[in-house]
């Protein structure tokens, strides 16, 4: 039996019952150390195979070997399993076992949640790295989506050696929405050092992002409010009771 967990973002809190069972069920915890780490105090008693990054396919190689051998098998990933994780790679490279995939809170979802309310219409998720996409397909999606006003999720946004990544999708993003769009940046969400930054396309400091970080650019409807960015989803509110609410 193989499990394919999200952690979700990092702390405790954010895990799934589900996820912290199937943990516990496991003999063996097959992952990327910096994740290992995050729930050590869960595993610290199994047997536990981790490596580095660029590694996941010796990892799922791995995890189907050990499998093999009758024990029950879970392979970590933060946030979501299924979003930029070990789903697919375990589903691929799978010899017949029984693989369950158990979802997770993902980085956007978590990132929106302290920052107000900005995915409550249309939204996408885009990775600016190139180390799986070309570049220019990359880019191509980021134009596509502004175009089509999506609300982004920018995952993977910034790092030492593509530092100029989100500079240039956000020239390509104003292309088509206003230089005061809300945008918020959420580093290391839910973890003790977390940080929030609310700012828009005109005013972002590139400097603040890197690749703990999330990057969530909103659409024509979304605003700020009380220090929140929310997306409006449609409603259609009288007056008098906005009114009402804002004077209670």
């Known amino acids: 039996m193989i499990y394919v967990i999200g952690i979700g973002p990092g702390s405790r809190e954010s895990m799934t019952f589900e996820a912290m069972e199937a943990i516990e069920k496991s003999d063996v915890i097959v992952g990327y150390k910096t994740y290992i780490d995050l729930i050590m105090d869960l595993v610290s008693h199994k047997e536990i195979v981790s490596n580095g990054m660029k590694q996941e396919i010796d990892r799922v190689k791995k995890a189907v070997e050990i499998s093999g051998t009758g024990k029950t098998v879970a392979v970590i990933s933060s946030g979501d399993a299924g979003v930029y994780g070990m789903a697919g790679l375990v589903l691929e490279m799978a010899n017949g076992e029984d693989v369950k995939v158990i979802s997770g809170i993902t980085a956007s979802t978590a990132a929106a949640a302290v920052l107000g309310a900005p995915l409550m219409h249309d939204f996408c998720h885009i990775s600016l790295s190139d180390l799986l996409t070309p570049l220019e ?3 191509k999606r980021v134009e596509l989506a502004a175009q089509a006003d999506f609300v982004i999720c920018i995952y993977n946004p910034r790092s030492k050696g593509r530092p100029e990544y989100l500079k240039n999708s956000f020239e390509i993003i104003k292309k088509y929405k206003s230089g005061s769009t809300p945008v ?14 609310i700012c828009t396309l005109d005013t972002i400091d590139f400097e603040i992002v890197d690749m703990t970080s999330i990057v969530i650019v909103g659409n024509s409807s979304t605003y700020i409010k009380d220090g929140k960015i929310i997306t409006k989803r449609g409603y259609h509110l009288k007056q008098n009771y906005t009114e009402k609410n804002l004077e209670a």
């Open 137 to 139: 397909l990359i880019y």
């Open 184 to 197: 918020g940046v959420v580093r290391n969400v839910y973890r003790d050092d977390q940080e929030i930054n």
